[in-house]
């Protein structure tokens, strides 16, 4: 259905278009200038940011003209310094920070605090040619709704648009928008071929043919292949012996017609598929005598045979066939027709496919049962929980259909400038999706997993030597299980906005914009648990093999929504959610290089399903900020030129979405004995409506080119956060989980650090041309403390009063306050400072040849780039790893005009 709906549209878009507003890029902002040819020839690094051209709101302006706080990277920027993956743009911007939790093919973007957690709307929408990123529903694990592999190469530039945009793009967001712009197609026959080497095996290779098949009829084709060894190493023997590591190809067909002087088709297809082993979290805390930490214990221990190693890249898992697969292909059609000088139509239609297979160890954990000689019992291998496909299904297979119709004008006068329009994205499951979670089992490969045919070895243990666990399970419980999880989901989202401004004066401008916005998604799945057998038969109970042993509801309220239901445990969620959007904006020109800007915008992100928690928290309600601010913006010239850019802002949230953890409930029944019963599931996270908070905060931009040749740049941003209303939570007795990370009055936000500060400089030698262009660059980023999670700073392990019901503790067990402080401490990452070089000669010896050296984390700063929070209730720690230093060479080839 939505083929035809997409072929319907594109030969449509062809009658009913306007006039193409050409993305941003760094050039010349006089209409009369000659447009440079795209040969991928490295401009000059002193480039006047008032000669910018972006389109922050859906036409050309210039940078200095636009009242929005935008960063700008052109594509020597972004290659100097390698900019690859979404981290890679969050560590030279300041404002924007990238949540890597599940690798760098999940990353999402926050900026100035906005946060997208696990399972909620992008708080930062991420667009391509003008359309948002294809998403993908996965039940529980994130993926799409961002820039993946692939993105960042033959782009003329990026934006970085920071505070809500919800009037004019097409999905609503909180915190901003990230705006990639492809190089389009010109009216010269050139291109290039680059490749690229460096440390960790790193082999690049980039190709880019740019053909004008007729003086009305232009096409540009790009490839960009990668592949780069992982930094995690892996040391347990089992699966990839590495992780973290890079490999996809990227392939981009563009074609511009001008069908007549008046009307334009622009038609780009877009092709990438990752397959990599995958981004891993290592183990980095345990304590030895809680709940699971006395088997993480020995990852840490130099003297156990389970040692995960000493080097800070070193970890283990015991995932036999970890993979991380991610295929997305996506067609957009931008028609236009300038039906006068004053009225221009557009029409924006896409198509896209996202496919995900995540089967990840997730949390880096490798432990070992003890052997007991007594009983023949030999050590068996087990992890905590990893997220595997559901056999035979992806976990994510989504369609995305966007249709997006403009109308901009003018008066003749150009005092009223106007735009007016209708979104439409609807997206829909291609397949059931979903997974299936071991969780505390010893499997022997993933045909095991497959068929449940798994092992509950510690259930076991508790029964044979029930002193290992403090004498609290009892000889006929499990302590894990699998849980499988299948289902659907959908999203469909309208919009209709309107914005125009008008000149008052020459000098002072009136903005307003208004948007209505409906959002629907819904959610069908069936969620289980299976137990399975323990490995060996004991005189005091029955032998029972490896296997399941019987199957129920996850989620035991899902029978009672749904008694008729295939197995008693779907469930079938709807959220529903529209509101209004606007913006206000004034802004003031006393000299073309001076804008004085005041706004004020509502922005809105929807309501959604968190299917992988009970019912009381899965469904959760739309947010809404209201953003306030103060900007200037100035440049001048001379033999000194540069700018100064600053913002003020103030955002006012309520009904604020944040990010829970739910682990498994260690009491959630008692046996006969009044021993505690813990619950089988798997440790997950859903979003809620905590509340209120604010943000205050300045971002200043700056540069300077203080002789020629050289330019200094720096960015800095200061972010103040607080909740300042709090809802207390509360779980139904009996539920299978306990809540992690307790939000309180006061608290930042996560992943926003106070201060952020950005320096760069770029020096050229003078040298005549005959020799060429030589540029040594350098940028350094420095990133204060921040919050990473909420759970860890109230752990106390055992502290003596736990009691002997507890399984984590035996009675009287007491945990080391010190393990206990260091624990507590990683609710934090801390600062980091990173240095970037890159050295680059072009037009070697007068020859239409590049070459260029770089250098990322040249001090090789050892640090984490996430810490997830599980310590509350498994009694360890894991962490992501940030990039190790990493170095390169390329050489390029350009042909052509």
């Not at 905590?384 to 259909?401: N, V």
């Not at 604020?656 to 260690?666: H, S, V």
């Amino acid at each position: 259905m939505f083929a035809r709906i997409f072929k319907t549209s594109l030969m449509l878009g062809v009658g009913c278009a306007a006039v193409y507003a050409a993305p941003a890029m760094a050039q010349d902002a006089t209409p009369s200038a000659p447009e440079k040819p795209q040969t991928g020839r490295r401009e000059s690094p002193v480039v006047n940011p008032g000669d910018i051209i972006v389109t922050a709101r859906r036409t050309e302006e210039r940078l200095q003209d636009v009242p929005i706080s935008i960063t700008v990277f052109n594509q020597e920027q972004l290659t100097n310094r390698n900019v690859v993956s979404a981290a890679d743009l969050a560590t030279s911007t300041p404002s924007l920070s990238a949540n890597t939790n599940f690798g760098s093919q999940n990353s999402s973007f926050a900026i100035r605090g906005f946060v997208q957690d696990l399972g909620t709307a992008p708080s930062v929408g991420v667009y391509f040619a003008d359309v948002v990123a294809p998403r993908g529903a996965s039940n529980g694990l994130p993926s799409g709704d961002g820039a993946g592999p692939g993105a960042y190469f033959d782009l003329q530039n990026v934006q970085v648009l920071k505070g809500p945009q919800g009037t004019l793009f097409g999905r609503n967001t909180t915190g901003g928008a990230v705006l990639l712009v492809p190089q389009r197609p010109t009216d010269l026959f050139e291109g290039y071929v680059q490749g690229s080497i460096g440390n960790y095996d790193m082999r690049r290779v980039q190709a880019v043919l740019n053909v004008p098949l007729a003086d009305t009829f232009k096409v540009r084709l790009g490839v960009d292949r990668m592949k780069r060894d992982g930094y995690l190493h892996n040391t347990s023997g089992v699966g990839p012996k590495d992780f973290n590591d890079v490999d996809y190809l990227s392939a981009r067909l563009s074609v511009v017609a001008e069908l007549t002087p008046d009307l334009e088709n622009y038609t780009i297809a877009t092709y990438s598929r990752s397959d990599t082993h995958g981004d891993a979290q290592k183990m980095i805390a345990a304590d030895p005598i809680y709940n699971l930490g006395r088997f993480a214990a020995e990852q840490l221990d130099p003297d156990s045979a389970n040692y995960q190693g000493s080097g800070f890249y070193d970890f283990a898992q015991d995932l036999p066939n970890a993979r991380s697969l991610l295929n997305v292909w996506q067609i957009i059609n931008t028609t236009t027709w300038r039906a006068s000088d004053t009225l221009t139509f557009k029409n924006i239609v896409s198509y896209g496919e996202l496919k995900n297979t995540f089967n990840n160890p997730i949390f880096g954990t490798a432990f070992m049962s003890p052997a007991i000689a007594a009983i023949g019992l030999p050590s068996y291998r087990f992890g905590f929980a990893s997220s595997q496909p559901l056999p035979g299904h992806r976990t994510a297979d989504e369609s995305t259909f966007t249709e997006e119709f403009q109308v901009q004008g003018r008066t003749s006068d150009d005092r009223l400038n106007w735009q007016i329009g209708g979104y439409l994205e609807s997206v829909r499951p291609l397949d059931v999706v979903g997974s299936k979670s071991p969780v505390i089992q010893s499997c022997a490969g993933p045909e095991a997993v497959a068929a449940s045919q798994c092992y509950d070895i510690l259930g076991y243990l508790a029964a044979v030597t029930p002193v290992f666990f403090g004498g609290a399970f009892d000889p006929t419980e499990h302590a894990g299980a699998i849980n499988t999880t299948a289902g659907r989901t959908s999203f469909h989202d309208v919009g209709l906005y309107a914005q125009a401004t008008y000149k008052i004066s020459d000098q002072f401008k009136v903005t307003g914009g208004f948007r209505y916005t409906w959002d629907r998604e819904r959610n069908t799945s069936v969620q289980t648990t299976t137990i399975t057998g323990y490995p060996l038969s004991y005189p005091t109970f029955q032998p029972i093999p490896a296997g399941p042993l019987f199957t129920f509801c996850t989620y035991p309220d899902a029978a009672v929504q749904n008694p008729n239901a295939v197995n008693g445990c779907r469930r079938d969620l709807k959220q529903k959610s529209s509101a209004p959007t606007w913006l206000i904006d004034f802004d003031y020109t006393p000299t073309d290089d001076i804008l004085v800007y005041a706004k004020y915008a509502r922005g809105y992100r929807a309501g959604g399903i968190a299917p992988n928690v009970t019912s009381a928290f899965a469904i959760f309600d739309p947010e809404k900020v209201d953003a306030f601010e103060l900007g200037a913006k100035t440049s001048w010239h001379g033999s000194m030129p540069g700018n100064f850019n600053i913002a003020s802002f103030y955002n006012k949230f309520s009904n604020q979405q944040l990010q829970l953890g739910f682990n498994a409930n260690p009491c959630q029944s008692t046996d006969q004995d009044g021993n505690c019963v813990a619950a089988t599931v798997s440790p997950t996270a859903a979003p809620v409506n905590a509340g209120k908070s604010r943000i205050w905060g300045i971002e200043v931009e700056g540069s300077i080119s203080p002789f020629e040749g050289l330019m200094l740049q720096v960015g800095y941003t200061y972010l103040n956060t607080r909740l300042t209303s709090v809802k207390t939570f509360a779980l139904e007795p009996g539920s299978p989980y306990v809540l992690s990370g307790t939000y309180l009055v006061g608290d930042p936000l996560a992943l926003t650090p106070k201060n952020k500060v950005t320096v760069s400089g770029n020096y050229t030698l003078p040298l005549s041309d005959s020799i060429g262009k030589i540029t040594f660059g350098a940028t350094f980023t420095h990133t204060d403390r921040m919050l990473a999670n909420t759970g860890n700073r109230f752990y106390y392990g055992c502290n003596g009063t736990a009691g002997a019901n507890l399984p984590s503790c035996q009675a009287g067990a007491i945990t080391d306050p010190d393990t206990a402080a260091y624990i507590q401490s990683l609710s934090y990452l801390q600062p980091t400072d990173l240095l970037n070089l890159n050295v680059s000669w072009e037009n070697i010896a007068g020859l239409p040849i590049d070459a260029a050296f770089f250098a990322t984390n040249v001090t090789k700063e050892k640090y984490y780039s996430y810490i997830s929070g599980l310590a509350t209730g498994t009694g360890f720690q894991t962490a992501a790893v940030g990039a190790p230093r990493m170095y390169g060479l390329s050489l390029k080839y350009r042909f052509g005009s």
